[in-house]
């Protein structure tokens, strides 16, 4: 990781995707003064599984993939986390160890704000409190997504999903292909397959008119037909 020169935290617009939005102008002062602006790169690891957290990571650019190791040591990819998201905060919150693994999939910008700059507003700020609570609320919601997902859906069901999910959350380029681009094995991370079965799938998507392929970008071509596969 590479530190950067620091920005107002007053003047950021990326923390009014995250609790801190909910900040007084003098806390949001004293994490400006304090915190680190860093640089990580593509395939670079923010924080393991177990790792003690000093502090969280808020996600200025870039995309990192927050992951859990099974029993049997295979990876699963429960989130992936963009702009505005702040890493690390739940295990913070509840002082345990962290969690999952966060590993970035480009090139980030995150700003390092220490715990105690996280900590110390709950006490006495009503609103940031209140607004700590939704965010992890909706943290604990997506988890039970990803659980039902998991074991109510048919792998085709859950590829059908995962491309769909990465259109609406991450856009499409000029000429149609997804702006995120993942490995075949991300993407059967995050699937809960095999990486094999993953390229088998994607290709047979491809065969049926559904998707469009070119090396590892993936073109939705027919939605209605994907969006039924996934329900």
Known sequence: MNERAKSKC?????????????????????????????????????????DALNG????????????????NGKSQIVKLAGKGEILGQRSLIAREE???TAEAIDDMEVCFISKEHILEPLDRNNEYSTEMLRHLANELKEAD????????KSVKQRMAACILYMNDMY??????????????????????????SAIRMIS??????????????????????LQSMAQ
């Open 145 to 152: 997504d990803v659980i039902v997902n998991m074991s109510h």
């Open 56 to 71: 969280v990571f808020c996600v200025n650019s870039g995309i990192s993939k927050l992951s859990k190791l099974s029993e």
């Open 98 to 100: 962290a969690n999952l």
């Open 171 to 196: 856009g499409s380029d000029s000429e149609g292909f997804l702006n995120l681009v993942l490995s075949r094995e991300d993407i059967a991370d995050i699937v809960g397959t095999a990486t094999e």
């Open 204 to 225: 047979d998507f491809k065969k049926q008119g559904l998707i469009n392929t070119m090396g590892k970008r993936i073109k939705i071509v027919d939605f209605r037909k």
């Open 10 to 50: 007053e003047q950021c617009i990326i923390r009014q995707f995250n609790s801190m939005r909910a900040m007084t102008h003098e806390e949001l002062s004293k994490v400006s003064q304090c915190k680190e602006v860093r640089t990580i790169k593509k395939g670079e690891i923010i924080f393991k599984e177990g």
